[in-house]
């Protein structure tokens, strides 16, 4: 919660964010031959929010600095300032105008989210207006229009929406019976600009005639979504459906004049996605069922966009949000063409002390192509207030091969087990240790193990509230992999991955300096990933709110 | 108030649904100016799985464009180590340092007459799109001529290098001239979706930066339409052949001027074998 100091009958708030790295070349673990650690050496970026809210306004406006920061791709240094968000929104009783960097999403963000995501620079606020009408106290609508927003710019194309969104009670308060419905429907309008269509147009002219296409600008997008709660049992289900539009296909092969096939080509196809999330809360235990299936669901700004760039739509990713190390290390990244996944999640308090949790995911292709398998458990124990035990191990198959596009690479397969203890030593001081064992299948063809093979990892936390916080953590290459670092000899070796990290938190700042040695990996938020280089160096951050 | 707005919905949702669109017609082949000729430095990897298509898009460009393009692929840090099948190891330090000047994240990408990209960047990560910006440099005025003669001594292996430039319009700013060298028809392992393709032709492979990467000065003050720069000589010898590499008919000569101005945009380009 963000603090605010009213002056008159207005209130000021804020917040400031910054994350500056110093670069050390270390060419064995990979974090070398990139401009950081040629040349750069330094790289921070920071964000400075203020708000301003007074008689139904509200202003906002943040300044964004990225200098030599390896965010906006972590192979490269990107250096630019300015304002990267405003808005100014007046409610006028039931309506509501807001005008400028507009964050929003229809439904669970299938067809439509606009929202942000620092450690990924995820940041595609509409740029446009947006009108917001109360039809009722239960109903809403919103109707949008803009372009989507990136780093300083905008994309060109156009995107407009409307939304209606409500909520019914059909409960019987006397009874104490809890029964709900909170219905919606949105529609989306992406209009490419006529040099993006001529850009795909010139792609595609010397496609053979089977394979070519009729161009159109306009996209359209609309969403059916429901959320039922009854008593305990909530179940939400959507459905999403785009219309025909372009966009580029990796599994499809092209023909190429002279009749040799590659892969990837330009398709014009309609694309559906169905979502559902059936849960039940009770009696200690908790359960929910998740299921999810996708099919030729890119939707950007511009369909020539890749990677994180321009994305319209969000889908919501089907595997739990792991927090270990180890067991956050082999991370899938949503599918946008090909998707059927299924989740559960379970979860037990059998009395005070004691809560159990299991939860399985199983993500395949609409072919079959297994992607990825989950199966997760833990057992907490609580002792009164003194101290913490969990436990639990983690079995994985994640398909490198499609995931990271690395050809040829097994399906890989890992076993997790950690375990978790916190100390209160007293009211003010506590000590946590943490650690996990990963180990990985073999990669018979390569003659090692599979990717970096095994890890060990240990991490010490000593805490003295409220103020301090210091840790330490090693993670150590236990047993070679394939990609696991060779010497000048060619003979592969076993490395550290140390990191240390003090922590200071006064009032509303939190203050953290680090030391880095990390590994390359997959970093994930809600199914939207990266790959990230291995980091060597140090990290200050800052997070401030006033 | 309250009824407008289920109205403005009705009559949004009414026209999405109701809107039929008349197809945009597939713009047609760009025909450049006589003379006019564009280059592709494309940023590629032996560990790279999807270059192989990449490659085949680009020689399809190549050829579509007939004459019109001439490339180089870029083997430079990136996904670019040799894989045990290989023979050769393509990576040299001018590839390297061109591809951090380049720099964008993934391969393939290739950089188009060194223009930038509506994001800020010199690189197109996306090969089925790369037709959209060698049209767009195409159809760029022809505003200079590139000419490269050379002389191969068989038994030195040397070769002697001359790059004459004129221009046909006026030409603002300071002019670089950037030469390199590649090798083509390299026989040797390439990653791909299908696995490693133990006998993939490698084309067009860059062997080595004659000039730096953003190449020498030729005229500090732009050129006058008409004008010409004094002729520009560079020696280079070719390494001894060896296990089928450094094959002198193989190799090429390019060379392509270059505005500051302009952000270092390429402005013609020209390409011959060292042996013709």
């Known amino acids: 919660m963000t603090p605010s100091y009213s002056q008159s009958q207005g209130s000021f708030t804020g917040g400031f964010q910054t994350s500056a790295n110093v670069f050390i070349r270390d060419s064995l673990i990979g974090a070398a031959n990139i401009p950081q650690y040629d040349t750069g050496l330094f790289g921070v970026q920071s964000w400075l929010d203020l708000g301003y809210n007074q008689n139904g306004f509200d202003i906002s406006v943040r300044f964004d600095m990225f200098n030599n920061s390896n965010l906006l791709n972590p192979n490269d240094s990107y250096t630019d300032e300015g304002i990267g968000r405003w808005h100014i929104e007046k409610r006028l009783d039931k309506l509501a105008i807001k005008v400028g960097h507009i964050y929003d999403q229809i439904g669970s963000g299938i067809i439509y989210r606009a929202y942000e995501e620092r450690p990924l620079l995820i940041d595609n606020a509409l740029y446009g207006g947006r009108l917001t009408y109360k039809l009722s106290d239960d109903w809403e609508t919103r109707v949008f229009a803009g372009r989507?927003?990136?780093?300083?710019?905008?994309?060109?194309?156009?995107?407009k929406g409307a939304v209606i969104e409500g909520y019914v009670d059909l409960g019987d308060p006397e009874k104490g019976r809890l029964f709900t419905l909170a219905p919606g429907a949105g529609m989306l309008n992406r209009t490419l600009n006529q040099e993006a269509v001529n850009d795909i147009g010139s792609s595609i002219r010397n496609y053979v005639d089977s394979q070519r296409f009729g161009l159109k600008r306009n996209t359209f997008a609309y969403s059916l979504y429901n959320t039922l709660t009854?008593?305990?049992?909530?179940?939400?289900?959507?459905?999403?459906?785009?219309?025909?539009e372009s966009f580029f296909n990796q599994f499809k092969q092209l023909q190429l004049p002279n009749g040799s096939l590659v892969d990837g080509r330009w398709v014009r196809e309609s694309g559906t996605v169905y979502y559902t999330s059936l849960s039940y809360a009770g009696n200690g235990l908790g359960v929910t069922v998740e299921g999810k299936r996708t099919e030729n669901f890119?939707?950007?700004?511009?369909?020539?966009?890749?990677?994180?760039?321009?994305?319209?739509?969000?889908?919501?990713?089907?595997?739990?949000?792991?927090?270990?190390?180890?067991?956050?290390?082999?991370?899938?990244?949503?599918?946008?063409?090909?998707?059927?996944?299924f989740q559960a999640d379970v979860k037990y308090r059998w009395n005070k002390k004691l809560t159990t949790l299991i939860n399985i995911s199983d993500i395949h292709t609409l072919d079959g192509i297994k992607l990825y398998r989950e199966l997760f458990t833990e057992v907490a124990y609580k002792y009164k207030r003194k101290w913490q035990l969990k436990g639990g191990i983690q079995f994985i198959e994640y398909n490198q091969e499609l995931y990271e596009i690395k050809p040829g690479v097994p399906l890989l397969e890992g076993t997790t087990p950690y375990v978790d203890f916190l100390y209160k030593i007293?009211?003010?001081?506590?000590?946590?240790?943490?650690?996990?064992?990963?180990?990985?299948?073999?990669?018979?063809?390569?003659?090692?193990?599979?990717?970096?093979?095994?890890?060990i990892f240990l991490l010490l936390e000593f805490n003295i509230a409220p103020h301090w916080s210091f840790v330490a953590s090693d993670m150590y290459n236990s047993s070679a992999g394939k990609n696991t670092p060779t010497d000048e000899n060619g003979e592969k070796v076993l490395l550290h991955y140390p990191r240390f990290d003090v922590y200071y938190t006064h009032k509303t700042n939190r203050f953290s300096l680090s030391y880095i040695k990390q590994v390359e990996g997959i970093v994930c938020s809600g199914g939207v990933c990266r790959l990230e280089p291995a980091f060597s160096g140090f990290n200050f951050t800052l997070n401030s709110s006033f | 108030m309250k009824q407008f707005f289920i109205y403005i919905i009705i009559a949004i949702g009414l026209s999405f649904v109701s809107c039929e669109e008349i197809c945009t017609p597939i713009p047609p082949r760009v025909e450049a100016e006589a003379g006019r000729v564009i280059i592709?430095?494309?940023?590629?990897?032996?560990?790279?799985?999807?270059?192989?298509?990449?490659?085949?898009?680009?020689?399809?460009?190549?050829?579509?464009?007939?004459?019109a393009v001439v490339a180089y692929g870029v083997h430079g840090r990136f996904q670019s180590d040799p894989l045990p099948e290989n023979k050769y190891d393509f990576r040299n330090p001018d590839a390297a340092e061109l591809e951090g000047y380049l720099v964008e994240f993934g391969k393939p990408a290739a950089a188009i007459n060194r223009s930038e990209s509506s994001t800020g960047s010199f690189v197109w990560p996306t090969p089925g799109g790369w037709q959209a910006p060698v049209d767009a440099e195409l159809s760029k005025p022809h505003i200079a001529n590139v000419i490269i003669s050379s002389m191969y001594n068989n038994a030195t292996r040397r070769v002697d290098i001359e790059v004459d430039v004129n221009a046909i319009q006026d030409i603002e700013g300071v002019i670089n001239l950037v030469v390199a060298i590649s090798e083509s028809d390299l026989i040797d392992a390439q990653d791909s979706p299908d696995g490693v393709i133990p006998d993939f032709k490698h084309k067009h492979v860059l062997r080595e930066m004659v000039t730096t990467i953003l190449g020498d000065p030729v005229a500090s003050a732009g050129l006058s339409a008409g004008e010409a720069i004094d002729t520009k000589r560079y020696s280079y010898t070719i390494p001894a052949e060896n296990n089928g590499e450094w094959i002198p008919k193989n190799m090429e000569i390019t060379a392509f001027i270059t505005a500051e101005d302009r952000n270092g945009e390429v402005l013609q380009a020209a390409q011959i074998h060292i042996i013709e």
């Open chain 1, 426 to 455: 007293n009211r003010k001081k506590s000590f946590r240790v943490e650690s996990q064992l990963m180990f990985v299948g073999d990669d018979e063809k390569a003659g090692f193990k599979q990717d970096y093979g095994d890890w």
């Open chain 1, 148 to 159: 989507q927003r990136f780093l300083f710019g905008e994309y060109e194309p156009t995107v």
């Open chain 2, 40 to 67: 592709i430095e494309e940023l590629t990897g032996v560990e790279c799985v999807p270059c192989a298509a990449a490659a085949a898009i680009l020689e399809d460009i190549i050829v579509q464009a007939d004459g």
């Open chain 1, 298 to 341: 890119e939707f950007r700004a511009d369909p020539q966009l890749t990677l994180l760039r321009g994305l319209i739509t969000y889908i919501p990713a089907m595997n739990r949000n792991n927090t270990y190390r180890l067991t956050a290390r082999y991370s899938p990244a949503t599918q946008l063409l090909s998707e059927q996944a």
């Open chain 1, 230 to 244: 009854y008593g305990p049992v909530s179940w939400y289900a959507e459905a999403a459906y785009k219309s025909a």
